[in-house]
């Protein structure tokens, strides 16, 4: 009964905040082009975001959290993506941090949740082997140095910010995440990009040379990523699988920002011709018809597929919860999975804005037009980092072939499980 009646609540608060974001999405479209300008979303644009509870999404419950399932997360960051890409950036990256702080140990989650907050709670930057950060073990904890942490998306807003920091006690060099508070951090004015110009993913310094970190803000990033620390959380999504939570979001704001491009580029052909034929409305054109096809098919693929991986994740979230873990190979493979299919979704629905942006005609490269940056936010998300669409396709097809993938540190590894029935690979 307990759970029939968290699952209503869910789907009911779920509804509630769809609905606000409905409300608000207009607003959003509107501000996005001086959030543009500025190079960030204005704080009264995160405050009216809080206000939908999108940044509650996938927060613990034991804090107040709506803590909604990864499938229902999905849906919230679609819904905010199809209005602007930025703020559907800025909402992803809310909800898909959130195993970080858990991962780190109840006195951390008390510390980023503990406490009332407008906006979303922790960001987290420079998760790679190329981090320029650097951390040293000393007697409490630990000092940190270098930097900058580049491409801290939602830091500006944030109690914390996880910085990725490289490691090393004589046995070679590792990971280390440490959770630093929003005073003791500088951010650079060098958010200058082609698109997703309105996410503030600034750089980020200390404010000295040299920091002290507490040890228990410090931990080993393949203990986070592992889940080897206990978090105290009862929640099922506690358990489900950092990258399937983390990327199928991800697909969602490539898929949200398709949607709302999609619907824009109906809204303004009906009654506009065609330049070179007798065409007088767009939407009566056979070439039309065919390429409003194509888009579809290139959405509605990204959409199965997301949708699909949202589930999976929730449901091996579950099985661990209740003390049936997935096998690490079937884990290591879908978690293989959902990178190269986020990779694919992403450029599919890059390719369906691209088709509607070269029929829009030449007003739709003007600013107040949101299609030209529809098409340039979702280009944006194919070049992410962790999306580099031929290295995932071989490291899945590696494991489809019996062989493992590449060996490498950073928050997309897929070394951290150790399947037995694969074949060692180079």
């Known amino acids: 009964m307990t759970t029939v009646l968290a699952t ?29 300008r500025a190079g960030r979303h204005s704080d009264e644009t995160i405050a009216d975001l809080d206000a939908t509870g999108v940044f509650s999404i996938g927060s613990p419950a034991e804090y107040g959290g709506d803590e909604l399932t990864v499938r229902q997360q999905l849906d919230v960051i679609i819904e905010v993506s199809k209005w602007d890409g930025s703020a559907g950036w800025i909402a992803w990256a809310g909800a898909s941090t959130n195993w970080i702080p858990a991962g780190m140990g109840p006195q951390v989650i008390q ?22 950060g650097r951390a040293k073990k000393v007697d409490g904890g630990w000092i940190v140095s270098g930097g900058p942490w580049t491409f801290g998306s939602d830091s500006l807003w944030t109690p914390f910010t996880n910085l990725g920091c490289i490691a090393d006690d004589g046995e070679g060099p590792y990971l280390v995440g440490l959770q630093v508070p929003i005073d003791q951090l500088r951010f650079l004015d ?11 993913s600034v750089s980020i310094t ?51 920002i398709a949607q709302g491009a999609l619907e824009r580029f109906l809204e303004r052909s009906a009654g506009r011709p065609i330049r070179g034929t007798t065409y007088k409305n767009q939407l009566e054109a056979p070439l ?58 992403a450029k599919w629905c890059a390719e369906a804005i691209e088709l509607l942006q070269r029929n829009s005609g030449s007003t739709a490269i003007m600013d107040f037009e949101p299609i030209q940056r529809s098409w340039r936010d979702a280009r944006i998300i194919t070049l992410h980092g962790a999306l580099n669409l031929e290295a995932l396709s071989e490291n899945y097809g ?29």
């Open 190 to 200: 060098d958010w200058k990009v082609a698109g997703m110009r309105g996410t503030g």
């Open 288 to 345: 039309t018809h065919l390429m409003l096809a194509e888009v579809h098919s290139k959405i509605q693929s990204a959409i199965l597929m997301t949708r699909a991986n949202a589930e999976e994740t929730d449901r091996l979230g579950a099985l661990a919860a209740a003390g049936e873990p997935a096998d690490p190979e079937y884990m290591q493979k879908f978690s293989a999975r959902v990178l190269v299919e986020t990779a694919y979704g």
């Open 8 to 36: 209503r609540d869910n789907a009911e608060r779920l509804a509630t905040i769809l609905e606000s974001v409905r409300a608000l999405g207009p607003t959003l479209r509107e501000r996005a082009v001086e959030a543009e």
């Open 398 to 426: 590696r494991l489809m072939a019996g062989l493992q993938p590449h060996q490498f540190a950073g928050i997309t590894t897929l070394d951290r499980f150790a399947p037995t029935a694969a074949k060692a690979g180079s």
């Open 206 to 256: 200390l404010e000295g040379d040299e920091l002290f970190v507490p040890d228990y803000r410090g931990v080993d990033f393949r203990q986070i990523t592992s889940g080897a620390i206990e978090s105290g959380l009862s929640g099922s999504i506690w358990k489900a699988p950092s990258l399937g939570w983390s990327f199928s979001l991800m697909a969602g704001m490539s898929i949200g």
């Open 111 to 132: 510390e980023v949740y503990g406490s009332p907050w407008v906006g979303p709670r922790v960001a987290g930057s420079s998760h790679f082997p190329a981090s320029r």
